[in-house]
Each structure stands twice: as C-alpha cells, then as structure tokens.
C-alpha cells in the first residue's frame, strides 16, 4: 500500500458516512473513485429497487464531489458467501449475523479484490473503526464514536483485508460526520442511516425468510411446561426474544412479558418465562468457534475484555481454553442471551483481537 496518497477507490453506498470518507479522502490530497456495488437484486421490480434509489443518491454525492462513480454486481458473491450462509444457519435454527460476513466477504474482499484489479492503491468505506499501520503488521482499533463503533462487525477481518483498507471516519462522531457533509453541500447530509439485512435492507422479516426455508408451526410453553400458544417456526426466533411472541393474556399468569429461553428443537417446541433474567438465559461460559485473530490471539488467562452484541459495554473475560476446534471464553459476569449462531468479538484494551461464533452456553460457579 502506498504511504502518499495515490489512488483510492470509495464504497460509495449513497448514505452520508461513505460520502464523508470519499471527502475527506479527496481533501487529503488522494485521487478518488466511487464505487457503488449492487449486491442484491433477487426481488427488483416495480416498488422494490432499493439498490436503484441508493445508485441515485451516489450518483448525487460524486457529482457533488467531482469524482467518478463506478458499478459493479456482486450478486453472486453475495448469494454464494454470505447469504446461502445466512440461510444455512436459520435451517440450523441458530441467529446469524449477515453483517460480519458481508464485510469479510464482499466489502473486503470482494470490492478489495476488484479494487486492486482496476489499479488502486487502497480501498475506503464509511465504517467507525479505526486502522493502526505499523511495521507492516496493521491493528483494528475502536472509533472515537463509542456509540457506532463498529469493530464488532469488522472482526473477522485479516492482515491482507485491513492492510489496503482506510477508514477516514475514524476520530469522527455521527454529528460531526453530518455535519461535514452540511457544511461540504453533500445532497445525502440529512439521509436516514440503512437498516435491515446487509445490502438488502428493510424487510418483514418472517415473510422473508419463509420465501427460502419452509416453516414449521409448534407449540409454546412456560418454563413450568404448560402450553400456552403456537409459534409460527423455531427459525424465527432468538435467545431472549420479547417482540413478536404473539402470546395473548394467560389464565393465572401475571402480565409481565414473556422471554424466549429456550428451542426444544426435536419437539419443535418455542420455551418462554417471564422472567428477563431467567436462568435459562444467563451463561458466564461460551463455546466458540470458527476463530479469527488479527494480529497476536490473547493467552489463556490473559485479562481482555469481550461483547456478545453490537453495542453492549465491554464485559471483563478471559480464554479459559483454546485449540484447533475452538476456545472457551470466561465472563467475570454472567451474559444474558448468548446466541448460537451469534458471535463473540474480544478486545486488548482498544484493540479488537478477532473472536468467534457462539456454538452454547452454560453457567460455571
């Protein structure tokens, strides 16, 4: 990778954090291409083209900024890397995580590959992370903005992946990043952040999913075995789920919510409690696999702190166990809700180390 500026080539996705980073990235003297890439287009059609209203908006933004814009399809790559994936682990009946595969998989690979096919000296994206080159070994760091860090979703990256990468939103926060935008005249300044599934947004989940794997209805149960309503298929549904149970007023039962516990799954039964912090939920132990390491992996016993969902505070851990199948990761307090399916993302300080998939979870004295 070039130190100097050279030539640089932005995901430009049409919301406001990649057309700060392509400004940026032009202010600091780089010569800088947009790329928008479309990655999904199973149900395009009258009504439903989010791509085409995206392409728009990144059209808009490298006008604005007098740079060219580039297309590219990943279709298939997304389909074969990340979604058949996603898939494959609802079959499975575990909760998935797209948007970690969508990064290792396509906009890190993917996009990185295409990149350095048409000349580029480095690739750029709107993410809040940051990157630490040094000695030619580079080091994944938390963003300033704590609120939307997003190193949990970028922790299955590699030394080859991050060594091409920048991240010019790093010392940034939201605010600051729209408010660049206003001052610059970018056309997408005030646009609504994307949510939903990676590259295919917003969706009535259930409906969705149902158009690739068949569900299969089941009973639902208290934790004292009583059954108490019908689940629409344990595909559906998550350790410490509340929304969405569909589960009406229960004679003799009180009116506190009710929590998903637990997936009978050769019973095809849905267990719930209304208890938050039941103890079908609560683990300080969690089996790992498929590990990733940045840089240096901690030592078993080594003091580091981890997360089990975006967003959640740094939780004190450390690696009781590690060999070639997995590790097993110890919280000096208990989790709520760890997720099969869903993953583990450990840190050194700052620094995020890489992680895991969560295979289970138990409680250890």
């Not at 299969?216 to 149960?221: A, L, S, T, V």
């Not at 709520?336 to 993302?345: K, L």
Request: aromatic fraction near 8%.
């Amino acid at each position: 990778m070039n130190q100097a500026p050279g030539h640089i080539i932005v995901g430009l996705s049409g919301g406001v954090d990649s057309a700060v980073a392509a400004l940026l990235l032009k202010r600091q003297g780089w010569r800088v291409t947009g790329l928008f890439m479309k990655n999904w287009e199973e149900d395009d059609g009258p009504g439903h083209c989010a791509a085409a209203v995206d392409l728009k908006e990144a059209e808009k933004v490298s006008n604005a900024l007098n740079i060219e814009l580039l297309t590219v399809n990943f279709s298939s790559e997304y389909w074969d890397r990340v979604f058949a994936i996603f898939l494959a682990e609802y079959r499975a009946l575990r909760t998935p995580n797209p948007d970690v595969l969508c990064n290792r998989e396509i906009k890190f690979r993917a996009f990185l590959d295409h990149a350095r096919q048409l000349g580029a000296d480095a690739i750029a994206t709107g993410h809040y992370a940051r990157i630490h080159h040094q000695g030619g070994t580079s080091r994944l760091l938390r963003s300033r903005d704590e609120n939307k860090d997003q190193t949990y979703f970028l922790y299955q990256l590699d030394q080859s992946q991050l060594r091409h990468a920048h991240f010019p939103l790093a010392g940034l926060t939201k605010p600051e990043v729209r408010e660049l935008a206003r001052q610059a005249g970018l056309p997408n300044h005030q646009r609504k952040d994307s949510t939903g599934i990676c590259f295919i947004g917003e969706r009535r989940f259930r409906e969705f999913l149902a158009r690739y794997l068949p569900a299969k209805p089941g009973e639902i149960r208290g934790d004292t075995g009583r059954v108490i309503g019908r689940h629409q298929g344990l595909m559906y549904y998550t350790l410490g789920q509340r929304q969405g149970l569909g589960i009406g007023g229960v004679a003799g039962a009180s009116e506190a919510p009710w929590f998903v516990i637990d997936k009978l799954v050769d019973e095809n039964v849905l267990v719930v409690a209304q208890r938050h912090d039941h103890p079908k939920l609560l683990s300080n132990r969690l089996r790992l696999s498929q590990l990733n390491w940045i840089g240096h992996p901690p030592r078993p016993g080594e003091a580091i702190s981890g997360r089990i969902r975006h967003r959640q505070p740094l939780q004190a851990c450390h690696i009781e166990h590690i060999d070639e199948t997995g590790c097993i990761l110890a919280f000096a307090d208990m989790q709520r809700a760890a997720a099969p399916g869903q993953s583990a993302v450990l840190y050194r300080g700052d620094e995020c180390l890489g992680g895991g998939i969560i295979e289970e979870g138990w409680r250890r004295p």
